[in-house]
């Protein structure tokens, strides 16, 4: 016997006549390849449904942290300074009975100014301060509002000659602005996402 | 020696108020206050008789360096700010000395 009998390997050597192929070797070796790309197409299901229940787990875990955070800001942080912040812009409307005079002379305009300071100086200790230490940039938002706000009043109660007692001049030059900026603080806070 | 800084100089014609960052920077470049704060042992500012309001706005940025430098303690001992009109300075320089050292630190009051 020899060697190619003896390990029964004629079937791999002998060279096969392409005529000899018949439908049913054709439709085996179609067999072979459709299952090949089955199994490429489960393992690839496979993997891109772990990698999917991965992201949605991670994307539900940090909703779920801005959500504590979220509600830990309002709770800890709006919810019981709001009323300071209620306080500061009705404080700085009471102007309007601090302004005696059609002619504010510098005795009364140093003392609103340093009212007006004054106010915004307690803004910060009990309103914003407490922003500081949960986001940096919502605190210096406030706080450059703050600033535009107060720097106009005083500059409107030291540099005009307008008449304040009068209530159209004093809601167009004061009180306006003063409602302005709430609305916008007010704004800020609500459009927060905790980020 | 000491510098003197008049802000008469850098007012803006007929206004009685020193207000706003943008102002701020500019009497600090335009005052050399920076320079004069290595150069000089004191620092005397002069503050024009009839303002009537210097807001911690305009204070933070026109002192911004030299608080940093000195630090608030030496900052105190080596710039003098003098007044002899009615308004006062000193709450709102303080509002702005401590504001610019929380800038630096984090919460500092």
């Known amino acids: 016997m020899d060697f190619q ?68 800001f309002k709770d800890f942080i709006i919810t019981p300074n709001f009323i300071h912040l209620q306080d500061f812009f009705n404080n700085l409307l009471t102007l309007k009975q601090k302004i005696t005079s059609s002619q504010i002379d510098e005795l009364l305009s140093i003392e609103l100014n340093s009212f007006i300071k004054s106010e915004v100086s307690k803004f910060r200790v009990n309103f914003n301060d407490a922003i500081l230490n949960v986001n940096r940039n919502l605190f210096d938002t406030i706080k450059s509002k703050i600033e535009f706000l107060s720097d106009n009043l005083v500059t409107v109660i030291s540099d005009s000659n307008l008449d304040l007692t009068d209530s159209d001049l004093f809601a167009t030059h004061i009180a306006f602005q003063i409602n302005y900026t709430k609305n916008e603080i007010v704004a800020l806070l609500i459009m927060y996402k905790g980020d | 020696m000491e510098a003197i800084i008049d802000l008469s100089v850098f007012r803006t014609p007929g206004s009685k108020v020193f207000t706003g960052r943008d102002r701020g920077i500019f009497v600090r470049n335009n005052s050399k206050i920076d320079e004069l704060v290595s150069s000089s042992d004191h620092i005397e500012i002069l503050v024009p008789d009839d303002i009537r309001s210097i807001n911690p706005s305009f204070l933070e940025e026109f002192l911004i360096n030299v608080v940093q430098k000195l630090g608030k303690n030496n900052f105190y001992k080596n710039v003098f700010f003098k007044t002899s009109g009615r308004y006062k300075i000193e709450e709102d320089l303080q509002e702005a000395v401590d504001s610019i050292l929380r800038e630096e630190n984090g919460l500092s009051k």
């Not at chain 1, 993997?47 to 909703?63: L, P, Q, S």
């Open chain 1, 5 to 72: 009998n003896r390990f029964n390997i004629n079937f791999f050597v002998q060279s096969k006549d392409v005529t000899d192929f018949k439908l049913s070797d054709i439709s085996d070796l179609a067999q072979v390849f459709i299952a090949l790309i089955n199994i490429c197409l489960v393992i690839y299901i496979f993997r891109f449904e772990i990698k999917k229940t991965k992201d949605a787990k991670a994307d539900e875990e940090i909703k779920n942290i801005t959500s504590v955070r979220l509600q830990g």
